[in-house]
């Protein structure tokens, strides 16, 4: 049965509509979805029909309402849902029955999706969510305090999903589209700020500047009109930010590639004849190696070339940016994090990659390959050979040097002759030439006053031979043009050259010493301030966000409070680039700018202090997002984490590369660990592998800290099947620990649990929950609570399970940690399986995948769908237990879990799967597995069918 308020009241079964004519049952009817599955009181029920004049004998009426209610809906045919307690009324509706839920659970997503800068997503999801309003909520039931109380908080979330969805609409330079919807929300809600903002943004990034700014000062008169106030901070900043012509307001653009290449910032000039050139390449080869000086262009050239490719491969167009790997040992797993392979197994990643990219046609984009050069060849060369549908591009420095290996040398853009100007009439628009129409498309942005006449042309010219048609050295020039006429600038220039013209310049390539050149001469025209700032941020990898800036750049030279200011200034010169598309505002600079700044650094003497503040930063963020596990901000600690994993893996390089800094990247490790970062990056692999290097470096001085790695380690192995390491780990954590060592206590109850199956699990878990405690470690209590409820269902009698699954959500609930609470549905789930409902635990497991879903858990829904499958094998549904088991089982081999060695799973497994082996017979067992394992989207599937299962059982807690 489907239940809808959001538009007119509508009750469906099926195909068929269940018809609530008359007005009080519509009331009572909707008070009750509005608090679905919780029960609800005899007082607000008779609020929301009567409001403050109730009729004598309430109560009674009531009841009659209640019944007659029950009959219509029970007489569809399935039972009713409306059960009775003894505090008041509660309506049962399973996941997905109202539209509401619908909404909420895709609102959620979407938050979740737009936290981690996944604006495409976020957009799907929220279309998805509005589409489900009809009309005014509540339309047709007639209670004056619903009307009052709960509508109007309704209407807001409408706004609130409709506000978000334009957002990441604006995130996706879709901003032309939504100009006219904005005009709209902005009548209709005038005293809405954001809606005015947004609008504002839409009409700037339309190049309609003029009108975005009237759009201002039409909000202001309506706010000063309507409520007597100015307009708040966010409009007055915007404001001054148009009025600057901030560059960072600039929008990326859609990007409708498959695969995950990144929008085009700026228009793409020229290149023709090579990504015809390329195209033909990957056509008659697999593997195309783009070579050529730094700023000439090969990183803008592979990504425009794997957009334009992209309908030639199923499988999409894949970037793999190698920037910022500074540990060629974890090329091959960069790389599966790219592609988005998430096995979390002992297994080498490259089989791991062998295994994705066996069966498909893509297009792997590897860029930045240089200073990995030999790591990338021996990977390339084993993918190759092993995945017949794959193709390679590359850019490089250096040519890989791998069999069949196709080299297109990228050449700078083609310059006009240096011919007398007087004649220039008579040949082609200079703007035919490549290097000058870049000039042309980068000045209009940059310096729009500017333009190339017949009193400038022979000057253009000169500057674009000058600057041999380097693309970088283009555009940084480009930016100058805002401030210095061309002369000036090619006077400068000149000045530089002549003064680098000594032995260095006579012995450089003449293309490396001019970008060379140019990024000193963009050096020189900075302020001091930005000079320091310039050089200090070229030790951030992959980017950094204004708070990592201030942290470790900042000093007397350069004040805390002034570096926001010298950041825009960066930006303003082409040296930082700037996305404003997440939560936080990220910078990058370009990797050759960023080398140079590096250089600059070493010359400053700084290159090490500045690292080791760079350290100390992500060494507090990792132990920000420790302490904060298992609270309300989790979720936003783990997408934090996620964007600043190159700096994590620079500032851990940092600590193995140093001497005596190795127990400070243990510590980094271990907190990373701790919050469970590499379960939720699908990097748990990686994980292992600093814990290992940086405890082999730092121990055995490490302590406590040590043998709580050794316990993490263990802990790392066991999960990925690799029985000899966990043990090995074990005996090294026994030998180590001190008595009262939480780490070690915990690792014997969860080693008691997984590899035993022992109820020694049970004390020994509380026991590791009981020092946590002691120690203040409250997210690692949590997992021991969290374990030693596990234990308790698996393992205790129902007493005790019972006890321990209801502990373990009191204690979620209280934290208000979303990933806490999905697990402790989880535990509940296998608390009713074993000892309880069978039907009700498969809701329970639904809901957790839910949820974790909704978090982007990429570890929990493999046992979840597991689990599910546990329970719906249990109501003797046994086909469908077979697919889940399909599903689960496609899971567990994306992600790399294995069952074997984790005892009680491994179990419940053999026992489900021999149940549906039983009823089905061999046959149809494996064609229904088969079934499962083909779902495209596993939650999805697994979600839809708990729901015929949740209808199979009733609730004996409440009664009809």
Request: hydrophobic share 45%.
């Amino acid at each position: 049965m489907e239940f809808r308020i959001l538009g007119p009241l509508e009750v469906l079964h099926g195909p068929d509509h269940v018809a609530v004519k008359a007005a009080k049952l519509r009331i009572v009817l909707a008070a009750l979805l509005l608090d679905a599955n919780r029960v609800v009181s005899v007082e607000t029920l008779t609020d929301r029909l009567w409001g403050q004049d109730p009729p004598d004998g309430a109560r009674n009426t009531l009841q009659n309402y209640v019944f007659r209610l029950r009959r219509l809906l029970g007489g569809a045919g399935t039972g009713t849902p409306l059960l009775t307690s003894h505090r008041g009324y509660l309506i049962e509706v399973t996941a997905g029955a109202l539209d509401l839920d619908r909404f909420d659970v895709l609102l959620r997503r979407a938050r979740t999706a737009a936290t981690a800068d996944e604006m495409e997503q976020a957009s799907t999801l929220l279309r998805e969510a509005l589409r489900l309003w009809r009309g005014e909520p509540l339309l047709d039931v007639p209670s004056e305090t619903l009307r009052r109380d709960v509508v109007p908080a309704l209407r807001e979330r409408r706004l609130d999903a409709l506000q978000l969805r334009i957002e990441a609409d604006l995130a996706l330079g879709r901003h032309e589209r939504v100009l006219a919807e904005l005009q709209e929300l902005t009548t209709a809600h005038p005293l809405r700020e954001r809606f005015w903002a947004q609008r504002m943004l839409a009409l700037y990034r339309s190049e309609r500047r003029g009108e975005a700014l009237c759009c201002y000062r039409e909000a202001r008169e309506t706010l000063v009109s309507e409520l007597g106030v100015d307009p708040g901070a966010e409009l007055r900043e915007l404001h001054q930010r148009m009025l600057s012509a901030d560059p960072a307001l600039v929008n990326a653009g859609d990007s409708k590639t498959s695969g995950n290449l990144p929008a085009e910032v700026t228009t793409f000039v020229g290149r023709q004849r090579q990504l015809a050139e390329i195209g033909r390449l990957l056509a008659a080869g697999r593997l195309v190696t783009l070579t050529g000086v730094g700023g000439v262009g090969k990183t803008r050239l592979a990504r425009r070339t794997g957009a334009e490719l992209a309908s030639r491969f199923p499988g999409g167009v894949w970037l793999a940016d190698l920037t910022a790997l500074v540990e060629p040992r974890l090329l091959a797993r960069t790389v599966a994090h790219a592609l988005g392979a998430r096995d979390q197994s002992a297994r080498p990643s490259v089989d791991v990659l062998r295994d994705h990219l066996r069966d498909t046609r893509l297009l792997l984009v590897l860029d930045n390959c240089e200073h990995v050069v030999g790591a990338v060849a021996t990977l390339v060369d084993t993918l190759l050979r092993a995945c017949p549908g794959l193709r390679v591009l590359a850019t490089s420095r250096q040519r890989l040097a791998v069999q069949g290996e196709h080299v297109l040398l990228v050449p700078p853009l083609p310059l006009p002759p240096a011919t007398d100007p007087q004649a220039a009439d008579t040949g082609p628009p200079l703007t035919d030439y490549d290097a000058v129409a870049l000039l042309a498309d980068r000045t209009a942005a940059a310096a729009p006053a500017f333009r190339i006449d017949r009193h400038n042309r022979a000057l253009v010219v000169q500057l674009c031979r000058r600057l041999d048609g380097i693309p970088l050295a283009i555009e940084l020039a480009a930016v100058r043009l805002s401030t210095l006429a061309i002369g000036e600038i090619l006077d400068r220039l000149d000045d530089r050259f002549r003064l680098l013209a000594d032995g260095t310049a006579q012995v450089t390539p003449r293309y490396h010493q001019t970008l060379h050149d140019v990024i000193s001469w963009s050096y020189d025209l900075c302020t001091e301030p930005e000079r320091l700032l310039w050089a200090r941020l070229s030790v951030f990898s992959g980017g950094f966000d204004l708070e990592a800036a201030e942290a470790v750049c900042s000093g007397p030279d350069v004040p805390r409070r002034d570096v926001i200011d010298i950041l825009a200034g960066l930006v303003h010169k082409s040296i930082l680039g700037v996305s404003t598309r997440a939560a936080r505002t990220r910078y990058r600079l370009l990797e050759t700018v960023r080398q140079y700044g590096r250089q600059r650094l070493a010359d400053l003497g700084l290159h090490d202090a500045v690292r080791r503040r760079h350290r100390d930063h992500y060494r507090r963020l990792a132990a920000g997002a420790a302490a904060g596990w298992c609270g309300p901000c989790e979720v936003e600690w783990l997408s934090r984490l996620r964007q600043e994993l190159p700096n994590l893996r620079s500032a851990l390089d940092f600590c193995i590369t140093e001497p005596g800094q190795a127990a400070i990247g243990l510590e980094i490790a271990a907190n990373l660990t701790r919050v469970r970062f590499w379960f939720f990056s699908s990097t748990i692999g990686e994980g292992r592998h600093w814990l290992e290097r940086t405890h082999a470096l730092s121990a055995p001085a490490a302590g406590a800290l040590g043998t709580g790695a050794v316990a993490m380690l263990s802990w790392l192995s066991l999960v990925q099947g690799d029985k000899r390491a966990t043990e090995t780990f074990l005996a090294d954590c026994r030998a180590s620990a001190a008595e009262a060592d939480p780490a070690a206590a915990y690792l014997e109850g969860v080693h008691a649990l997984l590899v035993r199956g022992s109820v020694q699990a049970i004390p020994l878990l509380a026991r590791a929950r009981e020092m946590f405690r002691q120690a203040g470690a409250r997210g690692d209590a949590h997992m021991a609570t969290m374990f030693w409820a596990m234990a308790c269902a698996f393992l205790g009698d129902r007493d005790t399970a019972v006890a321990a699954g209801d502990d373990y959500l009191a204690e979620a609930e209280a934290s208000g940690a979303a990933w806490a609470y999905s697990w402790a549905l989880w535990t509940l789930g296998l608390v009713e399986l074993r000892n309880g409902v069978a039907a009700r635990s498969a809701e329970l497991f639904r809901e957790s995948l839910r949820r974790q879903q909704d978090i982007d858990d990429r570890w929990g829904p493999a046992w979840g769908s597991e689990a599910l499958a546990w329970a719906v094998s249990a109501t003797g549904d046994h086909a469908f237990a077979a697919e889940l088991l399909g599903a689960a089982g496609r899971l567990r081999r994306m992600t790399g879990v294995g069952l074997i060695g984790l005892r009680p799973f491994h179990d419940a497994h053999t026992e489900a799967e021999a149940l549906a082996r039983r009823a089905l017979g061999a046959e149809e067992y494996e064609s229904a597995y088969e079934r499962g394992s083909r779902a495209g989207d596993v939650i999805l599937f697994t979600c839809a069918g708990a729901r015929n299962v949740a209808d199979g059982d009733g609730d004996d807690r409440p009664s009809p």
